[in-house]
């Protein structure tokens, strides 16, 4: 399975920015994790193949995630952005159904900078 990502870049706080994964084979869970300098990468959202969707508590109400399997697809719509949401946002999917767990994903896209300035 290949990820190919889009959509990333600079934007001041409070702005908007889409990214776009594009999938070559099948996945049951596709997720947005994020890695910032010297922290950890952690999850951002998930969508599994039976439409259940799932986000960390930093971005709820700000970040919607969704998959278009015709366009093999998955994106995440961020809005009102926080300078604390910076970071390299990475694209992944997995065969497995524990959407959730960073450790179930085996295949990792290249990662997609987004900044935003305060």
């Known amino acids: 399975v290949q990820l190919v990502e889009s959509g990333g870049g600079s934007v001041q706080a409070g702005g908007s920015l889409r990214l776009t994964c594009v999938i070559s084979?099948?996945?049951?869970?596709m997720g947005w994790f994020r890695q910032a300098p010297e922290n950890a990468r952690g999850r951002i959202a998930t969508a599994g193949a039976d439409g259940r969707t799932t986000y960390a508590d930093s971005v709820k109400g700000r970040f919607t995630v969704s998959r278009d399997e015709a366009k093999s697809s998955l994106y995440l719509q961020m809005n009102s952005l926080t300078f604390e949401d910076s970071g390299t946002y990475y694209c992944?999917?997995?065969?497995?159904?524990?959407?959730?767990?960073?450790?179930?994903?085996?295949?990792w896209g290249q990662g997609n900078q987004v900044t935003v300035s305060s």
């Open positions: 992944a999917a997995s065969l497995r159904r524990n959407c959730e767990e960073l450790y179930a994903y085996s295949d």
């Open positions: 084979g099948y996945a049951y869970c």
